[in-house]
Nanobody
Framework: QVQLVESGGGLVQPGGSLRLSCTAS????????MGWYRQAPGSERDMVAF??????????NYADSVKGRFTISRDNAKNTLYLEMNSLKPEDTALYYC??????????WGKGTLVTVSS
């Protein structure tokens, strides 16, 4: 079993920035998928950004609503996935979850960190 712990959420004004972190309880060197999702009240959970790893190739993908504002990255040495969020808008308000998938079939989710964008 792998535990994922998100952090970095909070209250920020429109136009502001936050960096979310997701730290895994074991090495992420062998993962093939790492992603961020979000769920606003009354809405479904949607993909925000992900990185798909195949050998030395990392392919990133972003939801259209966050392209150019959010950046996904990882630090293997720290077993941590990041989401840098800039130019935040009120519609970015949601509970943000990270997800990691291993080739062995393990598919793990964190419990979420709340981001509130409001003046």
């Amino acid at each position: 079993q792998v535990q994922l712990v998100e952090s970095g959420g909070g209250l920020v004004q429109p136009g502001g920035s936050l960096r979310l972190s997701c730290t895994a309880s074991r090495s992420i060197l062998s993962v093939y998928f790492m992603g961020w999702y979000r769920q606003a009240p009354g809405s479904e959970r949607d993909m925000v950004a992900f990185v798909a790893i195949s050998g030395s190739v990392n392919r990133t993908n972003y939801a259209d609503s966050v392209k150019g504002r959010f950046t996904i990255s990882r630090d293997n040495a720290k077993n941590t996935l990041y989401l840098e969020m800039n130019s935040l808008k009120p519609e970015d308000t949601a509970l943000y979850y990270c997800r990691i998938r291993y080739p062995s079939g393990g598919d793990y989710w964190g419990k979420g960190t709340l981001v509130t964008v409001s003046s």
